[in-house]
């Protein structure tokens, strides 16, 4: 039903930028927490960002709080993951999610809908 496209990924340098945005299409995004993951290789996926369906609300993930920030533009059906002050450690595909409902932005036990993924390789 929903499908999510990721872009925006790509190979920064340590320190640097980038900033990636998953599409929406499909269903009613609106209705929708939206969240990032990323699985780097070898490594079991992990929890990133997420927003609430208004965008009101926002979780991290300790490793990425203070320098990545998720935002959503309801109106062109968007997420955006803003990347800033890169780390290595960051390199990984990083994955858009959706999940349905106004539960707990820490309860992503169910995703209904996962994007197909894009790179993010940070160099030092």
């Known amino acids: 039903q929903v499908q999510l496209v990721e872009s925006g990924g790509g190979v920064v340098q340590a320190g640097g930028s980038l900033r990636l945005s998953c599409a929406a299409s499909?269903?009613?995004?609106?209705?929708?927490?939206m969240g990032w993951f990323r699985q780097a290789p070898g490594k079991e996926r992990e929890f990133v960002a997420a927003i609430s369906w208004s965008g009101g609300s926002t979780y991290y993930a300790d490793s990425v709080k203070g320098r990545f920030t998720i935002s959503r533009d309801n109106a062109k059906n968007t997420v955006y993951l803003q990347m800033n002050s890169l780390k290595p450690e960051d390199t990984a595909v990083y994955y858009c999610?959706?999940?349905?409902?106004?539960?707990?932005?820490?309860?992503?036990?169910?995703?209904?809908?996962w994007g197909q993924g894009t790179q993010v390789t940070v160099s030092s």
């Open positions: 999610a959706a999940r349905r409902g106004r539960g707990p932005l820490t309860n992503w036990a169910i995703v209904d809908y």
């Open positions: 499909g269903g009613t995004f609106t209705n929708y927490a």
